[in-house]
């Protein structure tokens, strides 16, 4: 039965990131937004960074709070496992391509957060909800799309990406003696499993307050550890770029069998990690209290440069920086990604380097688990129409649950393939979408810009767009 899942899975994935697809709109469609938007990865990269502070009105989720929540499904395993998976599989290449991804997926991020702002709605708290489903239900006046993408982010994110998180968790842990191949992928199921009903059981505004202590702390104890990594090894670095440029850019190699190249592996684990395009993040971007949609835009551009051009290139850095050749493992025979950066480390820190990565892989699944959750509450509620009850809630949370459990005694690959499709289906719905819809965040972006000339504090209006849908925030 698992086989034949897992078999119709990959054979859906196969068709999906064929070049002419999944990639092909991604890519595209980041380099079209990054050009209307005229390059504002580059140009108001400063801006970004200063908004992040602004303070919500009271009761209101600040642009921090939900920077962090987004990013804390941004910044996960996939950081760790999921960059050793693409250098394993791709070689060192796939993270320039993952580099290229973020860069263009930072537009993408933009736009799909400012509609999302846009269009949010007020719930009877006075606090807001919104994302991809609302802004093709009400700006693009497609609701079954909106139902059908809501479906694909709880199937994506409670159980793809957070089965996978509670995998790769239970995996680094396989580098230890005291490891049981059937006794402990149960216990540590068992364990996350508890701790995570624990959470979620307390509500959104728990997730965001647990979110905005732990996301900030593993994100700069886990850089410092690395740039520790590079300065040891500083004689090793010319070598490490040229494997990484060399590699990305063997044109007779990508082409020879695209699937397995470094620019697929580069698309499909960046998009994994930053999850820029997939209309993931505008759910957390809905939520918060700003003056202007495009401040939420900036900030969740400015989310997927932490997590692929910090996060993701510190862990590629730590491992291309020792001389543990990637070659050498094997993900066919168990948990050999985690084993790759765990090896990487215990070469410059000896017994501390697996240990390290361990805590660290237990803080970052654990945030990654509780970010990804906060997306599928909302979106069930949009499925059936109206505020879910706590019955339906309690139960979809204790479903949640188990599914993590379920996460971390499943196989690699069944897992893995799952996330890569739910994902590529995920993109394949929003990123058309917000090119349809670019000219609304283009104009919004505009108004931002001519209101930062007159050194004023922006505030929106609808009617500075000639917005013609009314709006819960803005008219």
């Known amino acids: 039965?698992?086989?034949?899942?897992?078999?119709?899975?990959?054979?859906?994935?196969?068709?999906?990131?064929?070049?002419?697809?999944?990639?092909?709109?991604?890519?595209?469609?980041?380099?079209?937004?990054?050009?209307?938007?005229?390059?504002?990865?580059?140009?108001?990269?400063?801006?970004?960074?200063?908004?992040?502070?602004?303070?919500?009105?009271?009761?209101?989720?600040?642009?921090?709070?939900?920077?962090?929540?987004?990013?804390?499904?941004?910044?996960?395993?996939?950081?760790?496992i999921g960059v050793a998976t693409a250098i394993i599989c791709g070689g060192p290449g796939a993270i320039f391509w993952m580099w290229i991804t973020a860069f263009f997926g930072g537009a993408s991020a933009f736009v799909e957060s400012t509609l999302a702002q846009i269009y949010k709605k007020r719930d009877d708290d006075g606090s807001s909800k919104g994302g991809p489903a609302y802004y093709m239900r009400d700006a693009l006046g497609q609701k079954w799309l909106g139902v059908i993408f809501s479906i694909f982010i709880i199937f994506t994110y409670m159980v793809g990406y957070n089965m996978l998180a509670s995998y790769n968790?239970?995996?680094?842990?396989?580098?230890?003696?005291?490891?049981?191949?059937?006794?402990?992928?149960?216990?540590?199921?068992?364990?996350?499993?508890?701790?995570?009903?624990?959470?979620?059981?307390?509500?959104?505004?728990?997730?965001?307050?647990?979110?905005?202590?732990?996301?900030?702390?593993m994100g700069v104890v886990y850089v410092l550890v690395s740039l520790i990594v590079l300065v040891i090894n500083i004689p090793e670095l010319g070598r490490m770029f040229g494997m990484i440029f060399s590699s990305a850019f063997d044109f007779e190699a990508i082409f020879g069998g695209f699937a397995g190249s470094c620019i697929m592996y580069g698309i499909k684990r960046g998009l994994y990690s930053n999850e820029a395009g997939m209309g993931s993040a505008p759910n957390a971007a809905a939520r918060a209290d700003v003056s202007h949609p495009a401040k939420q835009g900036l900030v969740q551009m400015l989310s997927v440069f932490i997590d692929t051009l910090l996060i993701c290139t510190a862990t590629a850095f730590m491992c291309l920086s020792t001389n543990v050749l990637p070659g050498d493992y094997n993900l066919e025979e168990g948990p050999q990604a985690a084993a790759y950066v765990q090896d990487s480390l215990a070469s410059v820190f000896g017994w501390f380097g697996p240990v390290f990565i361990a805590i660290a892989m237990c803080m970052f699944a654990f945030t990654t688990l509780i970010g990804n959750y906060s997306y599928c509450e909302s979106c069930y509620e949009f499925i059936i129409g109206r505020e879910a009850s706590k019955v339906e809630l309690t139960v979809m949370r204790v479903i949640a649950a188990v599914l993590v459990f379920l996460g971390a005694v499943a196989s690699a690959a069944l897992v893995w393939d799952i996330a890569d499709m739910m994902q590529g289906l995920m993109v394949v719905a929003n990123v058309p979408t917000i090119i349809i819809l670019g000219s609304i965040a283009f104009k919004c972006l505009n108004d931002y810009r001519e209101q930062m000339k007159q050194n004023i504090n922006p505030i929106f209006k609808a009617a500075n767009i000639d917005l013609k849908q009314k709006t819960d925030f803005w008219n």
Not at 13 to 24: G, R
Not at 32 to 44: E, P, S
Not at 183 to 194: D, E, K, N, R, S
């Open 169 to 217: 968790l239970q995996s680094t842990f396989a580098a230890f003696s005291f490891y049981d191949e059937k006794m402990t992928p149960v216990v540590i199921g068992i364990i996350l499993a508890l701790l995570f009903g624990v959470i979620v059981l307390g509500g959104a505004k728990r997730l965001v307050k647990v979110t905005e202590v732990m996301v900030p702390v």
């Open 1 to 80: 039965m698992v086989n034949a899942i897992d078999n119709a899975v990959l054979a859906v994935s196969n068709i999906l990131y064929q070049p002419w697809f999944v990639p092909l709109i991604l890519v595209v469609g980041g380099i079209y937004l990054t050009i209307r938007c005229k390059f504002i990865q580059v140009g108001m990269f400063r801006e970004a960074c200063k908004v992040i502070m602004e303070k919500p009105h009271e009761g209101g989720i600040s642009s921090f709070g939900a920077l962090m929540v987004s990013t804390a499904s941004r910044v996960g395993t996939g950081n760790i």
